[in-house]
């Protein structure tokens, strides 16, 4: 069983700046971070295919976040800048061997999740 974990999460004041780090056991070629509020889907915010280092973001991340392949090996990072209250959420790091749509959460292997507070 894969293991996958997320750190770096916290409260920030609007307008600051948070990175959260997925740490996973294994090669993995499709990475994702997702977030959830309660009584709300989980939302894709950002995922990258480590091979070529592809990556996608949401509009709503597009020009604040950027998702980057980690200086550890299996590690990798979300930098979040300029956070609003709204990105208030717990944040998942979803993973999978093979390349995945990044759209949905359906990666084979999730963390427990780091949670993320912007106040304002």
């Known amino acids: 069983q894969e293991q996958v974990k997320e750190s770096g999460g916290g409260s920030v004041q609007a307008g600051g700046s948070l990175r959260l780090s997925c740490a996973y056991t294994?090669?993995?070629?499709?990475v994702s971070w997702f977030r959830q509020t309660p009584g709300k889907e989980r939302e894709l915010v950002a995922c990258?295919?480590?091979?070529?280092?592809?990556?996608y973001y949401t509009n709503s991340a597009k020009g604040r976040f950027s998702i980057t392949q980690g200086n550890t090996k299996n590690t990798v990072d979300l930098h979040m800048n300029s956070l609003k209250p709204e990105d208030t959420a717990t944040y998942y790091c979803g993973v999978d061997r093979e390349i995945k749509v990044c759209r949905a959460p359906n990666f084979a292997f999730w963390g427990q999740g780091t949670q993320v507070t912007v106040s304002s």
């Open positions: 990258i295919y480590t091979q070529r280092g592809v990556t």
């Open positions: 294994d090669n993995m070629a499709s």
